[in-house]
């Protein structure tokens, strides 16, 4: 139950980071028990989708038009002809953003009294907390591209203001804004439980998150891809640069079905060319444990077919959910 909150409270971030709409064939299977979860907590809602196209269900990566077939609806995809449609491949879900300022307002145990306000789009000011005005907005790249509203945005506070958002997918500094105000990351500083979320004080050793955080969910990974778990590697854990955590993601969502370099870098999102390039360990931080074992995890868990230029990571074919 703990795990599944965790991936649900991690999709609900990405969501909120994201807006808009989210396929559901888009999410990998961890992810889609996070999806059941906000819907049963009514943080996610379907959106209306338009049904002449949809993603292929096959390649993931074309789309085409829905047409209706002899059992049921297909997807003529360009590439890979026509392919059957799950009810659920053409179903898409948006995170509202009233579920989490309701939830975040009831974790600082914020008074009805005092209101919440959109002061521009994508951030809010939620209420106070101790004196600290509490701002929520959709990424922290927003808020550094629309400083000038961060003062409107913390009116009445006698304390520096905390800012909430999604934590980025790239490395950022603990204080990106130089003390003048104390950033909250949602993954790390609440914890879904219950149906709620629960605070964590800036200062206080989140144990039991990082203890969660890092628990084996998805085969040997945690539920963000940050930490792998082999037997055979004797130094414990194994943490993961957010590179390599998305590389690691993107063959994931593959489930154990070879793709090209070009494929699994794109939906890693990152600019490499291939795989292993995130891994190489430089001849200054050879022998460390800390470069070494994410190349000894790419090692064991990747395959690559040289003749056909391919990928695959075998332990995500067969997953348990
Ligand atoms: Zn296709």
Not at 74 to 99: A, H, I, N
Not at 146 to 163: C, E, F, Q, V
């Amino acid at each position: 139950m703990r795990a599944v909150n965790t991936i649900a409270w991690a999709l609900a971030c990405r969501l909120f980071e994201q807006g808009g709409s989210t396929l559901e064939p888009a999410l990998s299977d961890a992810e889609r028990q996070g999806l059941a979860r906000l819907i049963e907590l009514k943080a996610a809602k379907p959106h209306k989708l338009d049904l002449r196209f949809a993603l292929c269900p096959y390649c993931e990566l074309l789309r085409g038009p829905v047409v209706q077939g002899e059992y049921g609806l297909t997807c003529q995809c360009p590439d890979c002809g026509s392919v059957p449609l799950d009810p659920r491949d053409t179903r898409s879900w948006t995170l509202e953003p009233e579920w989490v300022i309701s939830k975040l307002r009831a974790a600082f145990e914020v008074p009805p009294q005092q209101g919440h306000v959109s002061v521009i789009s994508g951030i809010w000011r939620i209420g106070h907390h101790h004196q600290h005005p509490l701002i929520l907005a959709r990424s922290l790249d927003h808020v550094l591209r629309h400083l000038a509203s961060i003062p409107r945005a913390s009116t009445n506070g006698t304390s520096p203001p905390w800012l909430i958002t999604p934590k980025p997918l790239r490395d950022v500094d603990v204080d990106p804004f130089g003390g003048a105000l104390d950033w909250l990351p949602m993954e790390e500083r609440f914890t879904l439980y219950g149906g709620n979320l629960q605070f964590l004080a800036p200062g206080a050793t989140p144990i039991a998150t990082a203890a969660v955080s890092t628990r084996a969910v998805n085969g040997p990974f945690s539920a963000d891809f940050r930490a792998v778990h082999l037997a055979d590697w004797p130094h414990g854990q194994i943490r993961l640069s957010d590179a390599q955590a998305a590389v690691f993601k993107a063959l994931w969502h593959y489930k154990g079905k070879p793709q090209s370099a070009e494929i699994i870098m794109n939906k890693a999102g990152r600019g490499s060319t291939k795989p292993i390039d995130v891994f190489k360990v430089k001849s200054q931080n050879k022998g460390e444990v800390d470069y070494e074992g994410p190349m000894h995890a790419y090692r064991a868990l990747v395959t690559t077919d040289r003749r056909s230029g391919t990928y695959a990571m075998r332990c995500a074919a067969n997953v348990i959910a």
